[in-house]
């Protein structure tokens, strides 16, 4: 693993990431386009890139780190709520913000932000590694994670979410791998084309949600700085220290250590939106952490060489 390339290519995310708050800002595109660009990455390209993740899986892949992808995975999102919340306890957020933060150190951006960073760390057969951390992301996401965000709690459940076009295409490309499917050879380059689109696309959906943030507004928010060095810095490190006695390959052991180094989802603001939530706060959220990103991934990705 080379850290400067790490660096290098947190760097290249960012400015890209810049570059759309700078087009936001400048009207040079307008307020729903952010939406609506999110929604075709979501719909589109973002589930090319998983389909197309299972052709550049390498050959010699062991059944076995597939299994123990999934247990992990499974495990991650049973045992964080607990820890969420234990965070929330002792940064001392006000209760009716507790279920927010929960929500944001549950659920990392491992689709918009995590699928390009493990690829430019691990290479393109990583991906179909975080397809399957995110499946389990999807699953959670749209039971727990709407339960935490919504006042309602278990009523505001909407199974039909479950056949989000993220949803089939991460089972899609289970199966594809466990059946041994091939695309024909011009139909995956397809895919693997459009999906290569993700990286730049997401970091400008990014830039452009940030835009409408107040940057002093942002800094002020003092309970983020250690929430970032607990969720970045320290849950990483507590993972490798408890997951290296578990996972015998470093290959999927750095795999799922980046993906749980990722910061806030962007899916917090929307939920945040959707179910009347501090929609402020997760935002400062998602900009602190992803700003902060910068940082703490080539940190992490360097104390894991």
């Not at 993740?53 to 045992?79: E, G, R």
């Not at 089939?168 to 594809?176: E, F, G, P, R």
Request: with cysteine; proline share 4%; hydrophobic share 55%.
């Amino acid at each position: 693993m080379d850290i400067k390339l790490v660096v290098n290519q947190m760097l290249e995310l960012f400015l890209i990431l810049a570059l759309g708050y700078i087009a936001a800002k400048k009207k040079v595109v307008s307020p729903n386009f952010g939406s609506q660009l999110s929604n075709f990455i979501l719909s589109i390209t973002l589930p090319c890139m998983m389909l197309a993740s299972v052709a550049t899986m390498p050959a010699d892949n062991d059944s076995k780190d597939i299994m123990m992808m999934f247990i992990i995975s499974i495990l991650f999102y049973v045992v964080m709520p607990f820890v969420a919340y234990f965070i929330a306890r002792i940064l001392m957020v006000k209760k009716e913000d507790r279920h927010l933060y929960m929500y944001m150190t549950i659920w990392s951006n491992v689709g918009f932000m995590g699928f390009p960073v493990i690829a430019s760390i691990f290479g393109e057969g990583a991906i179909f590694y975080a397809t399957i951390f995110n499946l389990i992301f999807n699953v959670s996401n749209f039971t727990l994670g709407i339960m935490l965000m919504s006042k309602e709690g278990r009523n505001a459940l909407d199974f039909k979410k479950f056949l989000s076009p993220g949803m089939v295409s991460s089972i899609a490309a289970v199966i594809m791998f466990a059946s041994h499917l091939k695309l024909p050879e011009l139909l995956n380059d397809t895919l693997k084309t459009v999906g290569a689109t993700t990286t730049p696309l997401a970091m400008i959906v990014i830039g452009i949600a940030l835009s409408g943030i107040s940057v002093k507004s942002v800094f002020t928010e003092i309970r983020l700085y250690p929430y970032v060095i607990i969720k970045q810095i320290m849950l990483p490190l507590l993972a490798w220290a408890i997951l290296k006695n578990v996972i015998v390959n470093p290959y999927l052991l750095g795999i799922i250590i980046v993906i749980i180094a990722m910061p806030v989802a962007t899916s917090s603001v929307l939920f945040a939106n959707r179910y009347e939530n501090n929609v402020a706060l997760a935002t400062k959220g998602v900009f602190i952490t992803t700003l902060a990103s910068v940082i703490t991934i080539p940190l992490i990705s360097y104390l894991l060489m």
